[in-house]
């Protein structure tokens, strides 16, 4: 039996879009760096090409990182510390690697969007709360009103779930003032 202290810890970091959650993420890896763990950063393959990457922010920061399919494709190499950004990418298929993850006693950090702009929960979020030491949550500014913003709204003409998207196709409104879309009905211009 190996009782060694492990780093396997869980932290989920959730809210809208533009509420800052990568900038929050690139800040756990900065501080896994400055203890010396081995970190890795990653994020979902999309529209670039599998293989080296970058992590970037609204505001232009940016860290190398991994672009990856499947989060299983970490498994391959040990690290103390991974980092995963736009978990919803991922998927139910995200848990379990994650898990597998955390039984090694790797320290994990996922970020994303918890709620789609069809107001339901987003998966993997419903399997990794539960599992998580700890949860950020963390809000914008509401686009109508000004209050703390938890959704995020489609407002450009997609129905897709998943969206490459960004300023112009989405914003974030608080509960009171988001119009969730509908499905099979796209959004008129
Ligand atoms: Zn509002």
């Not at 499947?70 to 995963?84: K, P, Q």
């Not at 000004?146 to 509960?175: K, L, M, Q, W, Y």
Request: glycine fraction near 8%; charge should be negative.
């Amino acid at each position: 039996m190996n009782h060694a202290t492990t780093n396997s810890h869980l932290e989920v970091i959730c809210g809208p879009m533009f509420a800052g959650k990568t900038t929050e993420l690139m800040s756990r890896v900065a501080q896994a760096h400055a203890a010396g763990l081995r970190v890795l950063a990653v994020k979902p393959t999309r529209d670039t090409r599998y293989g080296h990457s970058e992590l970037v922010t609204h505001t232009g920061l940016r860290i190398p990182a991994l672009a990856v399919d499947r989060i299983a494709d970490t498994l391959e190499h040990v690290h103390d510390f991974v980092a995963i950004d736009e978990i919803h990418f991922f998927a139910d298929e995200a848990v379990a690697p994650i898990q597998a993850l955390l039984a090694r006693g790797t320290r994990v950090v996922v970020a994303g969007c918890d709620i789609d702009h069809f107001g339901e929960v987003f998966a993997p979020f419903d399997s990794l709360i539960p599992m998580a030491g700890t949860v950020t949550r963390i809000a914008g500014t509401c686009a109508r009103c000004g209050a703390p913003s938890t959704h995020s709204e489609r407002i450009s003409a997609v129905t897709d779930r998943i969206i490459v998207g960004g300023i112009g196709d989405f914003h974030a409104t608080c509960a009171a003032c988001f119009r969730p879309s509908v499905r099979g009905i796209p959004l008129t211009p």
